[in-house]
């Protein structure tokens, strides 16, 4: 409290003093001395009433002119106005002070840190300066999506790579240290995470001057989900070969997760929404659920796109939920649902009926010879053998956890039966597709 008083205190003084300075400055140089010599003049009439010795300096009266003249009243008017105005100047510049403070201060999230978040933040990922991200998004006005807690902007980068940034909605009053611990864990998480069937971080932005910022960038597919293009009209159609293309890359990256990566990693959405489609309709999985972070509890059933809030789950025939926090043998169940979402074309609920797509395929699925009735009719053709495959490899994902095969043993059966090699699978370069392109057209 001591020190907080004297801070004031000399606060005060400084202001005090820039203020009458300011203010004799501004006054013209005769007036200003006048002032000086009549309060020196008042302050000799009083002294010798408080001192026992008077001085002889001070005990000259005051001539008689300069008492009776009406131009000291203009004085003590004069130098009353302008102690009123170096006090109103006072109370300012203490105000502007405090306010300057105020603004200045350390972010309330920085207080108080300690150990890991003392240390300079290291990744692997590349750091992008906030006027870099903004130049690629062409000023931020690309908006493809959008959330509570996230805006999600278009670009390209100066290496002419197309991306996909996400932007905190959080603003800097209520970033903590949990969402900032948290925000360094997303990156260097998702940092380690390098495949062709994912939606690959690119780098991240984290600035605190002069605005506020904490952004991930991504790589971004062009095409879009696979959702949109099972379930809405406005959509390209997948034909047959397009689907079985995607249904092995998106297994190629959940084997990744699962079996490649160290420390692995279960995959905490996954549908047909988390997975997005190049140019060429490859398959890349994105939404991996490490970038939940909300400030506060949300709709489950909110589907938002790259990275933002979107837990969506199944419930499994044997009682076990595998909506809040999905481990592996629970990825393999999603799968299940998907390929049944592949195959039939509808989605995970029926809206309509209440149902899920689950149960209304349990029939089917029980007998080999009556899976043809999934197909969806907007299929022109299908490889039957293929079908049948993909139904009893569905049946096992959706099994009790502990009959579930691994996902390693599903990229297996899915190959052999499919054909399909990850050199097939993944995303053809951009060069590479137009010359593809190219050569149909001429034929």
Same mark, same amino acid.
């Given at each position: 409290?001591?020190?907080?008083?004297?801070m004031?205190?000399?606060?005060?003084?400084?202001?005090?003093?820039?203020?009458?300075g300011?203010?004799?400055?501004?006054?013209?140089?005769?007036?200003?001395?006048?002032?000086?010599?009549d309060?020196?003049?008042?302050?000799?009439?009083?002294?010798?009433?408080?001192?026992?010795?008077?001085?002889?300096?001070?005990?000259?009266?005051?001539?008689?002119?300069?008492?009776?003249?009406?131009?000291?009243?203009?004085?003590?008017?004069?130098?009353?106005?302008?102690?009123?105005?170096?006090?109103?100047?006072?109370?300012?510049?203490?105000?502007?002070?405090?306010?300057?403070?105020?603004?200045?201060?350390?972010?309330?999230?920085?207080?108080?840190?300690?150990?890991?978040?003392?240390?300079?933040?290291?990744?692997?990922?590349?750091?992008?300066?906030?006027?870099e991200?903004?130049?690629?998004?062409?000023?931020?006005?690309?908006?493809?999506?959008?959330?509570?807690?996230?805006?999600?902007?278009?670009?390209?980068?100066?290496?002419?790579?197309?991306?996909?940034?996400?932007?905190?909605?959080?603003?800097?009053?209520?970033?903590?240290l949990?969402?900032?611990?948290?925000?360094?864990?997303?990156?260097?998480?998702?940092?380690?995470?390098?495949?062709?069937?994912?939606?690959?971080?690119?780098?991240?932005?984290?600035?605190?001057?002069?605005?506020?910022?904490?952004?991930?960038?991504?790589?971004?597919?062009?095409?879009?989900?696979?959702?949109?293009?099972?379930?809405?009209?406005?959509?390209?159609?997948?034909?047959?070969?397009?689907?079985?293309? #995607?249904?092995? @890359?998106?297994?190629?990256?959940? +084997?990744?997760?699962? $079996?490649? /990566? %160290?420390?692995? =990693? &279960?995959?905490?959405?996954?549908?047909?929404?988390?997975?997005?489609?190049?140019?060429?309709?490859?398959?890349?999985?994105?939404?991996?659920?490490?970038?939940?972070?909300?400030?506060?509890?949300?709709?489950?059933?909110?589907?938002?796109?790259?990275?933002?809030?979107?837990?969506?789950?199944?419930e499994d025939?044997n009682?076990?939920?595998?909506?809040?926090?999905?481990?592996?043998?629970?990825?393999?169940?999603?799968?299940?649902?998907?390929?049944?979402? #592949?195959v039939? @074309?509808r989605?995970?609920?029926? +809206?309509?009926?209440? $149902?899920? /797509? %689950?149960?209304? =395929? &349990?029939?089917?699925?029980?007998?080999?010879?009556?899976?043809?009735?999934?197909?969806?009719?907007?299929?022109?053709?299908?490889?039957?053998?293929?079908?049948?495959?993909?139904?009893?490899?569905?049946?096992?994902?959706?099994?009790?956890?502990?009959?579930?095969?691994?996902?390693?043993?599903?990229?297996?059966?899915l190959?052999?039966?499919?054909?399909?090699?990850?050199e097939?699978?993944?995303?053809?370069?951009?060069?590479?597709?137009?010359?593809?392109?190219?050569?149909?057209?001429?034929?």
């Open positions: 409290m001591a020190v907080r008083s004297s004031k205190l000399s606060e005060t003084m400084y202001v005090w003093i820039l203020a009458s300011l203010v004799l400055a501004l006054v013209p140089g005769s007036l200003a001395g006048r002032l000086l010599v309060e020196n003049l008042e302050t000799a009439r009083k002294l010798p009433q408080i001192s026992s010795s008077p001085s002889p300096v001070l005990v000259t009266s005051p001539s008689p002119s300069s008492s009776s003249s009406p131009q000291s009243w203009v004085y003590v008017v004069g130098f009353g106005s302008v102690l009123l105005v170096v006090m109103a100047l006072t109370a300012l510049g203490i105000i502007f002070l405090r306010y300057k403070r105020k603004t200045t201060a350390v972010s309330p999230w920085k207080s108080g840190m300690s150990g890991h978040l003392q240390r300079p933040f290291e990744t692997t990922v590349p750091f992008l300066k906030l006027s991200v903004e130049s690629a998004c062409e000023d931020f006005s690309n908006i493809i999506g959008e959330s509570s807690e996230t805006i999600v902007y278009k670009g390209t980068l100066a290496s002419g790579t197309e991306v996909a940034a996400t932007r905190m909605k959080v603003p800097a009053a209520n970033w903590n949990q969402l900032e611990l948290s925000f360094r864990r997303k990156v260097e998480a998702l940092a380690r995470m390098k495949h062709t069937h994912l939606v690959n971080l690119i780098a991240y932005c984290s600035e605190e001057e002069p605005n506020f910022v904490r952004m991930l960038v991504f790589e971004y597919a062009s095409n879009g989900t696979v959702f949109d293009h099972l379930h809405k009209k406005e959509s390209e159609h997948l034909d047959w070969l397009m689907r079985m293309r #995607i249904v092995m @890359g998106a297994a190629y990256g959940l +084997e990744y997760m699962h $079996h490649e /990566l %160290v420390p692995a =990693a &279960s995959h905490l959405g996954f549908d047909a929404n988390s997975i997005f489609l190049t140019d060429d309709y490859s398959a890349k999985i994105a939404n991996f659920g490490v970038m939940k972070m909300a400030v506060a509890k949300a709709d489950t059933r909110q589907k938002d796109y790259w990275f933002g809030r979107r837990i969506v789950g199944y025939f009682g076990d939920s595998d909506r809040f926090g999905p481990d592996f043998e629970s990825n393999l169940f999603s799968f299940g649902v998907f390929l049944l979402e #592949i039939t @074309g989605p995970p609920h029926d +809206e309509v009926t209440g $149902h899920s /797509l %689950v149960e209304w =395929a &349990s029939e089917y699925l029980a007998d080999p010879k009556m899976v043809w009735y999934m197909v969806d009719p907007s299929l022109k053709s299908y490889n039957h053998d293929e079908l049948v495959a993909l139904c009893r490899i569905a049946s096992l994902c959706l099994s009790p956890k502990n009959r579930r095969p691994t996902m390693r043993r599903v990229v297996f059966m190959a052999e039966v499919l054909g399909i090699t990850p097939l699978a993944a995303p053809k370069s951009s060069a590479l597709l137009w010359a593809q392109l190219e050569l149909e057209d001429e034929f």
